[in-house]
């Protein structure tokens, strides 16, 4: 099995920061792009970034110049450095990778989800 556990969620003001991980554990031969998305009440998931095992990174419009992704592959983890936050940044935000596994081959694995919520 393949686990991704999201951390860093929480309550923040306007203009703020927070700082989003997610590790992924268990039984697989390599991990590909890594990725975070987002949900809204009411809305669907959204890609908020991508960042591939070696390549460019991705971005929405909504979050160029606010949002850095990051990975550590000795530690098979995933960041998201989140600033100047606003209220529309209020979502779910779930981890998403693509993991190769023995037998399988490649899949998509996704978190449960951490809550972020922008309010003052």
């Known amino acids: 099995q393949v686990q991704l556990v999201e951390s860093g969620g929480g309550l923040v003001q306007p203009g703020g920061s927070l700082r989003l991980s997610c590790a992924a554990s268990?039984?697989?031969?390599?991990?590909?792009?890594m990725g975070w998305y987002r949900q809204a009440p009411g809305k669907q998931r959204e890609l908020v970034a991508l960042i591939p095992n070696g390549g460019n990174t991705n971005y929405a419009d909504s979050v160029k110049d606010r949002f850095t992704i990051s990975r550590d592959n000795a530690k098979n983890t995933v960041y998201l450095q989140m600033k100047n936050l606003k209220e529309e940044d209020t979502a779910v935000y779930y981890c998403?990778?693509?993991?190769?596994?023995?037998?399988?081959?490649?899949?998509?694995?996704w978190g449960s989800g951490t809550q972020v919520t922008v309010s003052s």
């Open positions: 998403n990778a693509g993991v190769s596994r023995i037998g399988i081959g490649w899949k998509d694995y």
């Open positions: 268990g039984n697989f031969v390599r991990i590909g792009a």
